[in-house]
């Protein structure tokens, strides 16, 4: 099992940006897929992006594509995410989550078995 805790969340003004980080322990961090979700008040859980066990492959949903990148340092075992142009529909709690199977599509909160607290982030208009 691995322990992941987020952080890096805050408020920001609408068109700036903010880096999240997810910090894992436990198991081998670079046998995890990692995953990045987020959830907004009234809503489910809805997910943002993925990156393989190296890092070379990457995949993103739509809503986030071009402005966020995900990345992952194997040897400080962390993952990011890098959001940018932020809107105020962004506004949401912000979770990592880890997997040990990639998907090329479909990616859904039922394919991860560990999560992270939560970050929030705030965007205002």
């Known amino acids: 099992q691995v322990q992941l805790v987020e952080s890096g969340g805050g408020l920001v003004q609408a068109g700036g940006s903010l880096r999240l980080s997810c910090a894992a322990s436990g198991r081998t961090f670079s046998s995890y897929v990692m995953g990045w979700f987020r959830q907004a008040p009234g809503k489910g859980r809805a997910f943002l992006s993925s990156i393989n066990w190296s890092g070379d492959n990457t995949y993103y949903a739509d809503s986030v594509k071009g402005r966020f990148t995900i990345s992952r340092d194997n040897a400080k075992n962390m993952v990011y995410l890098q959001m940018n142009s932020l809107k105020p529909e962004d506004t949401a709690v912000y979770y990592c989550?880890?997997?040990?199977?990639?998907?090329?599509?479909?990616?859904?909160?039922?394919?991860?078995?560990?999560w992270g607290q939560g970050t929030q982030v705030t965007v205002s208009s």
């Open positions: 989550a880890a997997t040990d199977l990639w998907r090329f599509s479909g990616w859904s909160e039922r394919n991860f078995g560990s």
